[in-house]
């Protein structure tokens, strides 16, 4: 088996763990909510029992919260690791300080150079994270994914104001980038002074220059000489030149790695600490936690000697907080000059690690050079895959382990209190609760035959009277066939004319084309009837939620709710089932009300009903002759619209009294209400 059939079986091993995963996730997803629920119906016993101390008291003692938030955590933390174990690439991640070879080492590996991974000298130059994916026979290409306002203003900018203390934090992107920046706190240290500049040169000052690049989603470059320009930082004169760089959160590099058989591996890449932009750690946290399947820490000893400083474990003790099992999981690289010059302070801090003078637990640490793409590659990358075959497939199955193990003795313990609900509240027999249950359903059917009856009167009362919406709509529909008529011109009909050989086959065919523009207008009267169905569907469901306090049913309002109390009544309840279908199905449509009178007055425009062109007839007649007849029409179709004005107001009157027999008075109606909502209690 060759190195790329390996690491695709590492990869096929990982399925099941992302399957199982999938699974837990989503009972927890349902846990939570069923927790939500049950802490909503706490907070409403509390009112209920607010006289009983003794039952408040047991009530108050149930802590959802913090099951809640351990929940959140443990969705969090599992989304994280399904999304690693669903990967279909083995993911390392290249960290270190600024300055220590961490680009020099991806371009050796990835055979990449400074046009789009800058190696150079002078400031930090990675500016945004980069996953490169090694991809045979492929060119290379980019994908840019940029910030949103909100993430840019959450993950980039607050945090700045949050370190050094500056007040008030910007409700927005435009309060932030148009409005005045904060001065910094008196007695400011050297070090906040330089963050405070990074914050005020780059982002604030040229904030009208990156935010154009905001909320432009994903961009996919080809080019690449333009690809750096979102990956790294360029200053000129000490001034940041390419502003596009801040606006990314995350860059995907595909291209072909010079070396064979090496299956689906990918780098991760993410800003070196050191540099006074924050937001790096936080980088790196995320990339490691979501991204990363193997680090390695790049270091490089000055040739005068050297020693790990505090930064160096600082970094080891970040990544250990966001990646399971470090020690088994990395490599330190000690970057060797071509030359050969820090090669002895290479070796002394080797020593270190390997005698734990300094506490950095990894599997190896390799002396490389590496700006050498064969030593990056026979020591570095030979070094990670031979780890990554004998260990990542135990290591990711114990470690999920571990973490179902901690979810389940979560879940015990959530358990063990759950127990204690069932002595909560006070024994309350079943005769009481029934009897109590006909007390509110007797004052349920008093409220809803009083409120069915009020709304039946108020439609009465306006039954024959123009209905509002249907008349605004025909208005609407006529000023348009007026205002835009479509009528052509003398020249256009002459053109017309010439083209069919014939002045009078011009004005048929244009007779068709007014005949067939104005049915379409007049298609738009659907809109009118349509709101004034819903309108009335909307009043019967206030009725029944505000009035009679049914909302618990259904989540939906309006016409809405009706649908889904509908789809709830078992078919036994025949008549309240009916009932609700009826109300809920009901509509009302120009095509089986209106459409059938009005293509009668379209005759006029019909070729074979229109009045012929008259003998010797111009162009210009013939748009006269059109003109008139369209105008005619147009009279006559307004004319036939006026008696169907009262139509939805009589149509909603029937529809909402048809109702009311069906639920209210036909024989079993209150038996089937008082059954159905008996089952239905708890939720309402």
Known sequence: MNKSQEIQSIIGQRQPLAKKLTDI?????????????????????????????????????????????????????????????????????????????????????????????????????????????HQQGN????????????????????????KLGLMPIPSSLEAFVHGEISSLPLGANQTNINIY????????TNGKKYQEYLRRGLLNIQDLSQISNYVAQKYEDSQLINHECLAVKHVKISCEFPFDEIGAIALVDVPGLGDFRLGDESLVIEALAQEVDFILFICKPSKDGANFVQSDTQLYDLANKSLN????????????????????????????????????????????????????????????????????????????EQKIADLQASLIELKQQLQSL??????????????????????????????????????????????????????????????NKEMPSSKDVEKLGNQLGALGAAY??????????????????????????????DKVADVLVDKCGLGGLAKPRGAEFLAEVSSQIPEQYAELKKGFEILSEFNLSYRGLIQHRIRLQL???????????????????????????????????????????????????????????????????????????????RQI
Request: a negative charge.
């Open 25 to 133: 996730e989503t009972g927890l997803s349902s846990l939570y909510a069923s927790l939500q629920r049950l802490e909503q119906e706490r907070d409403r016993q509390l009112l209920h029992w607010s006289g009983d101390e003794a039952t408040k008291s047991k009530l108050q003692k149930l802590d959802f919260g913090s099951f809640e938030q351990n929940i959140r955590e443990n969705l969090t933390s599992l989304g994280r690791l399904r999304g690693r174990f669903s990967r279909k690439t083995l993911n390392i991640g290249v960290i270190g300080r600024m300055r220590q070879g961490k680009s020099t080492l991806l371009q050796s590996l990835t055979g990449l150079k400074n046009e789009v991974i800058p190696a150079l000298p002078g400031k930090a130059c990675t500016a945004a994270r980069s996953t490169i994916f």
């Open 197 to 204: 500049n990074r914050l005020k040169d780059d982002y604030h």
């Open 603 to 681: 005759d006029p425009l019909t070729p074979n009903k229109a009045p012929v062109l008259k003998q010797g007839a111009n162009a210009e007649d013939a748009v006269a002759q059109l003109t008139e007849l369209y105008h005619g029409t147009l009279f006559n179709c307004e004319n036939a619209l006026t008696g169907f004005l009262s139509e939805p107001s009589q149509a909603s009157f029937a529809i909402v009294e048809e109702f009311s027999d069906r639920v209210l008075r036909a024989k079993n109606a209150k038996k089937e209400w008082n059954l159905f909502l008996y089952k239905k209690k």
């Open 422 to 483: 069932q002595v909560a509240l006070p024994d309350i027999d079943d005769d009481e609760i029934f009897s109590r249950y006909q007390n509110v359903f007797d004052s349920f059917w008093t409220t809803i035959t009083n409120e069915m009856t009020e709304l039946q009167n108020e439609l009465i009362q306006i039954r024959d009277l123009p209905d509002k919406n249907l008349e605004n709509q025909i208005q609407k529909v006529l000023d348009d066939c007026r205002t």
């Open 508 to 537: 048929i065919k244009l007779l068709i084309e007014l005949r067939t523009n104005l049915s379409r207008k007049f298609l738009d009267i659907e809109q009118g009837l349509t709101e004034s169905i819903e309108k009335i569907k």
């Open 139 to 162: 060119l290379t290409t980019a994908e840019i994914q940029f910030h949103d306002h909100d993430s840019f203003l959450r993950e980039v900018i607050i945090p700045y104001y949050e």
């Open 325 to 400: 099992d470090l020690p088994s999981r990395s490599i330190l690289v000690l970057n060797v000059d071509r030359d050969g010059k820090n090669q002895d302070s290479c070796l002394s801090m080797k020593q270190d690690i390997n005698s734990e003078n300094v506490k950095m637990p990894v599997l190896d640490c390799v002396i490389a050079d590496c700006s050498s793409p064969e030593e990056a590659n026979n020591k570095v990358l030979q070094a990670v895959l031979d780890n990554l075959r004998s260990n990542v497939t135990q290591l990711d199955r114990k470690y999920a």
